[in-house]
């Protein structure tokens, strides 16, 4: 069965950078876009954007450019998402959520890494 | 960008209800919506996609319409399961924005 399974909860300072990791199994992982969805605590979804894993083409909200970086490791069917110059507003819970390369719609999704920064 | 609203913000519903959820676009979004429910420290899960396709799995008490701008979300007769948020997603071109969410409480 498709598996999204994400790296553990991180704690950072203020400024630091952090790095969250999405391995997917279960499906080919080309066929798929990864999207990446941020959730501030008790807060609705925002949809950061999405990366295809046949060009690397990142596409990014706004509000989610300069800071946040999508990447890809398809040799380990991985999905990355790197934040850098943290800040308290970045606490949050982040989700790596596949979905059709030509349709946005998210089928299947991670079970969420909880990001905070504290100092 | 286009820009998702949802009505209400929460209800409050004894199973058994019937129970709709709206969802409207800023622009026209063609059948390009889905909803997804969330429960409380869960990931989402999709329910409708193209505004009125069923996921596989997901109970034939949900349904959803519309079209343009316009969209709702039915559950036709709520179970104790159901109580949960809902969020619809408008899919038609990036970014692939949320609406705010509609939470549905036990009555």
């Known amino acids: 069965q498709v598996q999204l399974v994400q790296s553990g909860s991180e704690l950072r300072k203020p400024g630091a950078s952090v790095k969250v990791s999405c391995k997917a199994s279960?499906?080919?992982?080309?066929?798929?876009?990864m999207n990446w969805v941020r959730q501030a605590p008790g807060q609705g979804l925002e949809w950061m954007g999405w990366i295809n894993p046949n060009t690397g083409n990142p596409t990014y909200a706004q509000g989610f450019t300069g800071r946040f970086v999508f990447s890809l490791d398809t040799s380990v069917d991985t999905a990355y998402l790197q934040i850098s110059g943290l800040k308290a507003e970045d606490t949050a819970v982040y989700y790596c959520?596949?979905?059709?390369?030509?349709?946005?719609?998210?089928?299947?999704w991670g079970q969420g890494t909880l990001v905070t920064v504290s100092s | 960008d286009i820009q998702m609203t949802q009505s209400p913000s929460s209800l409050s519903a004894s199973v058994g209800d019937r129970v709709t959820i709206s969802c409207r676009a800023s622009?026209?979004?063609?059948?390009?919506l889905n909803w997804y429910q969330q429960k409380p420290g869960k990931a989402p899960m999709l329910l409708i996609y193209?505004?009125?396709g069923l996921q596989s799995g997901v109970p034939s008490r949900f349904s959803g319409s519309g079209s343009g701008t316009d969209f709702t979300l039915t559950i036709s007769s709520l179970q104790p399961e159901d109580f949960a948020t809902y969020f619809c997603q408008r899919t038609s071109s990036t970014p692939f924005t949320f609406g705010p969410g509609t939470t549905v409480d036990i009555k």
């Open positions: 193209a505004a009125s």
């Open positions: 622009q026209t979004v063609g059948t390009y």
């Open positions: 279960g499906y080919t992982f080309m066929s798929y876009a």
């Open positions: 959520a596949r979905s059709p390369l030509v349709r946005g719609v998210i089928v299947d």
